[in-house]
């Protein structure tokens, strides 16, 4: 029986992680996984050595507090590539952990493909020429991640980005508004704070700051904030009982919020390359630790920090950073937009270029061929 090692970290890449093995479930039933990632790749039939939980923190510092704890674990999963000898590693994500992973991969001969692989682009092509040294086959999502990993003689494939076959509504616009009674001829306002506490800690509070001005303009705007799974509702809701503006609280149901909204408050991650999709006009909001954030103003090769505008190589939507992401700045480039049809429009024909450079569908797919192919693992589906 073949045996792939998988190593994901933090909710996206366990979820990314679970679609490919599935995939390679159908292509070859006799497949066995083990690894480290958490509850979705568990459900998919992946034997869990460790769940990633307590390594899933934002920023520089963070991380190299959690620095004894990352190689215990890198240790256990060696220490199990070496007695289970996988046909492959599947590293998906978690870049600071997986360039680690894929050292010890590389010295135990087991071939290897890294899927959302360490971002060159923005740290630097040191990071591309490691994975390069280390012999991981990059399965490129992103078209400037390919052109980086190419330019420094990685072996690389553009997969494309998942997101074009995942990002898709349950509910109709109309189906939508009438099960959460949402008004349609009211502006409205989506609030996106992220999945994690750390986000919601930093970035909430200054969203409904700016929301309580934005509503002193557009009296009748409402606003949607969906939960995720990650967070209390009721904590949530605390949290907004102390801010002079109503937010309907949607438990999920994120891509209808990001379809039907006007203008999104987003903290920037995959959200932000979301809700192109949609191609909803947003601001973009960021905080980490300014200890992170001086070591990263050091490191960065990149002038922005939302996926749309990398992506674009310009800046499509505004970004608001650290002290910049406050109630009154975020309020006033909302207006910004919101006061100009002109300009949403402009952002709106940006955002589906931005679309368009993400592939034509089918990256699960190309990968879970690409990890079998790699570790010349035999497909039953022709």
């Known amino acids: 029986m073949s045996k792939i090692l998988v190593v994901a970290g933090e909710a996206s890449g366990d979820m990314h992680a679970a679609k490919v093995i599935r995939r390679m479930k159908e292509l070859n039933p006799e497949l066995e996984f083990f690894g480290m990632g958490g509850q979705q790749m568990a459900e998919a039939g992946v034997d869990i050595l460790y769940d990633p939980t307590d390594l899933s923190v934002i920023g520089f510092w963070e991380s190299i507090k959690h620095l004894g704890l990352m190689y215990k674990v890198l240790n256990k999963l060696e220490t199990a590539a070496q007695e289970r000898e996988p046909d492959a590693a599947f590293l998906v994500d978690f870049s600071g952990f997986n360039m680690k992973m894929a050292k010890r991969t590389a010295k135990l001969d087991i071939p290897t493909v890294n899927y959302f692989a360490p971002s060159a682009w923005v740290w630097g092509k040191w990071r591309a020429k490691r994975m390069a040294k280390y012999g991981a086959k990059i399965a490129s999502v992103f078209p400037m991640e390919r052109d980086v990993y190419q330019e420094v003689g990685a072996d690389v494939e553009f997969v494309g980005h998942p997101l074009v076959d995942m990002v898709e509504t349950e509910l109709s616009p109309p189906e939508f508004r009438d099960e959460f009674d949402i008004a349609d001829e009211k502006i409205t306002i989506g609030l996106l704070p992220g999945s994690r506490k750390q986000e919601i800690d930093s970035l909430l509070a200054p969203m409904l700051e700016a929301a309580e001005l934005i509503r002193k303009k557009y009296p009748q705007a409402q606003f949607l904030l969906p939960v995720a799974e990650t967070i209390a509702q009721?904590?949530?809701?605390?949290?907004?009982?102390?801010?002079?503006?109503?937010?309907?609280?949607?438990?999920?149901?994120?891509?209808?919020?990001?379809?039907?909204?006007?203008?999104?408050?987003?903290?920037?991650?995959?959200?932000?390359?979301?809700?192109?999709?949609?191609?909803?006009?947003?601001?973009?909001?960021?905080?980490?630790?300014?200890?992170?954030?001086?070591?990263?103003?050091?490191?960065?090769?990149?002038?922005?920090?939302?996926?749309?505008?990398?992506?674009?190589?310009?800046?499509?939507?505004?970004?608001?950073?650290?002290?910049?992401?406050?109630?009154?700045?975020?309020?006033?480039?909302?207006?910004?937009?919101?006061?100009?049809?002109?300009?949403?429009?402009?952002?709106?024909?940006?955002?589906?270029?931005?679309?368009?450079?993400?592939?034509?569908?089918?990256?699960?797919?190309?990968?879970?061929?690409?990890?079998?192919?790699?570790?010349?693992?035999?497909?039953?589906?022709?």
């Open 234 to 382: 009721s904590a949530i809701a605390e949290r907004v009982k102390n801010y002079e503006v109503d937010v309907k609280l949607i438990a999920a149901h994120s891509y209808e919020v990001m379809d039907t909204a006007d203008l999104l408050l987003s903290t920037s991650g995959t959200a932000t390359l979301e809700a192109a999709f949609f191609q909803t006009p947003m601001v973009i909001i960021y905080k980490t630790s300014w200890l992170s954030y001086g070591l990263s103003k050091l490191l960065v090769r990149i002038p922005h920090v939302g996926l749309p505008n990398i992506i674009a190589e310009e800046e499509i939507v505004p970004e608001l950073l650290q002290s910049e992401a406050n109630g009154q700045t975020i309020a006033e480039e909302a207006l910004t937009i919101l006061d100009s049809p002109s300009r949403q429009r402009e952002i709106a024909e940006k955002l589906e270029i931005v679309r368009d450079k993400l592939g034509s569908g089918g990256a699960v797919n190309r990968v879970a061929n690409l990890v079998l192919q790699t570790g010349g693992i035999q497909s039953e589906i022709s």
